[in-house]
């Protein structure tokens, strides 16, 4: 009996002092059918994060200091191109992103991998059920990214924000370079639509870190807000001016 080869496809792991969690999401994520490298980005943290991501056997990127998300993200697409020309990877590996937080449950975000596989989709990204404990926003960005992305394709997401988000290779074109910072995942969508690829959202069963009340969430709030606003901002420029 034949089978069809399993897709490949290679995890990227944006990583801030992620070193209570970093463990038991690669173990997570090994867990997924096809996935042939795990690339753990690990963007200026000072809580040994890389150490611990070397130790489960992940291929590890060390910013010496601290770049935001989206440039961690940019950094794991190096070094996916790198494997790809030493032959350790598939030209036709799809990236899967996957938040650095999800401890075991980042293994329900092959659900993301078998859409783009079977070419139905370029861009998967996964919807997360009602968290545990309590999440302290009131919506401001995710109604901001979900109106934007709406103004600017047409689509409305249910999580604009999710960063849980598997792209064939057509996408990664798309998309790069990326949105700064907490822009990154709609300036990525708007992107992709733009290029006339499908998205998808996926329900995946994850649990990950809600944003709390205190100040520091608060702080976090508004540099997300901000880093939407600019990647949404930028799109609207676009528009207005045509292609370059
Ligand atoms: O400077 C940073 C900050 C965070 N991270 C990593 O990025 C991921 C997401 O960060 P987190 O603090 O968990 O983000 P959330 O507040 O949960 O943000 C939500 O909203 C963001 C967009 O605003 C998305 O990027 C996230 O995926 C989504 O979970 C984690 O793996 C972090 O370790 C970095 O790599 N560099
Ligand atoms: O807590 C969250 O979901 C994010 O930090 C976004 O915050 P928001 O509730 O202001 O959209």
């Known amino acids: 009996m034949t089978t069809t080869p399993l897709p490949s496809v290679a995890v990227v792991i944006p990583a801030k002092d992620e070193s209570a969690r970093i463990a038991e999401t690669i173990r997570g994520v090994r867990t997924i059918p096809g996935v042939a490298a795990v690339v753990v980005v690990d963007d200026g943290s000072t809580d040994g994060t890389d150490a611990i991501a070397a130790h489960e056997g992940a291929e590890v990127v060390r910013h010496a200091r601290n770049h935001g998300k989206a440039d961690a993200m940019m950094s794991g697409l190096g070094r996916v191109k790198g494997l790809r020309r030493v032959g350790r990877l598939d030209e036709d590996a799809s990236v899967l992103f ?144 045509g292609p370059a």
């Open 98 to 241: 996957v938040d650095a937080d999800l401890e075991a449950s980042a293994q329900a975000v092959g659900a993301l991998v078998a859409p783009v596989a079977r070419g139905e989709a370029d861009l998967t990204i996964a919807t997360l059920p009602k968290q545990q404990g309590s999440a302290g926003g009131h919506g401001l960005v995710v109604s901001l990214a979900r109106r934007g992305i709406e103004e600017l394709t047409g689509w409305s997401p249910v999580q604009p924000l999710s960063g849980m988000r598997c792209l064939s290779p057509a996408a990664v074109a798309a998309a790069t370079p990326f949105a700064r910072g907490w822009g990154v995942e709609v300036g990525m969508t708007v992107d992709v639509l733009d290029a006339g690829l499908t998205v998808l959202e996926v329900p995946c069963d994850l649990q990950h870190r809600v944003t709390g009340t205190d100040w520091r969430s608060q702080v976090h709030r508004a540099a997300q807000y901000r880093d939407v606003a600019l990647a949404l901002g930028v799109r609207r420029l676009r528009r207005r001016l």
